[in-house]
């Protein structure tokens, strides 16, 4: 669109830092959904619905691997093998059944249910699974945390290495404020408080359940 490298222009540099940010989060969305014609506001609100982890469905994966916008089936793809991931790790640390929390079907989620290397398999069909690993068995859950968003972070900006003035450029643009929002709303001093949240969005993310119609 002709007005998305003002748009671009005006927008800050992100970066990854974890620390209490200075950015006006809804400011920056205002402004960059104004610029938006109709079809992109509706990929802009595919990925803020996608980026609230209680919305993680089935339902919501089907729907989004059909969009017709790249970066959103790209990123939410790596978002749900990542996430399959993680439940098949805890499951397994937990000597839990994962079936009932893993989402979709596919050569990764059943290396995922019938595996029984370190990676399960994995690494055959995630790219990322070594250094994914690596992270689920680091002791500090908030080191983990960050370290799994940097993964994301990092993840958007593959997909959109050679977009610089379209839609997608903006999308990941908005996932990376939207981490940045993540870590904004936590308090790293809080303790207790802080495990209990970060646990309870991780349980919420694998929810299975479809939506009521």
Known sequence: MKNYPYVIAGLPDLIPDFEKSSYD???????????MPARDKRYLDWLLFGLEGKNLTAHFYRGVFKSRNRFLREYFRFDLDLRNIQVAYVARTNQT????????????????????GTDFGA?????DSAKLFTI???????????????????????????NYFDIDYLLCFIT???????????????????????VDEVRSTYKKEEPNS
């Open 176 to 198: 990376k404020l939207m981490i940045i929002r993540r870590w904004d709303s936590l308090d790293k001093k809080v303790g207790a408080e802080l495990f209990r949240k970060l």
């Open 97 to 116: 059944d994962a079936s009932d929390y893993i989402i979709g079907d596919g050569p990764l989620v059943d290396a995922l249910l019938t595996g029984r």
């Open 25 to 35: 989060i809804d400011a920056i969305l205002r402004q960059v959904s104004e610029n």
């Open 123 to 127: 690494s055959e069909f995630f790219e």
């Open 136 to 162: 689920l068995g680091g002791s500090n859950i908030l080191d983990r945390e960050q370290n799994i968003d940097l993964m994301r972070w990092r993840k958007a900006s593959d997909i959109t290495t050679f």
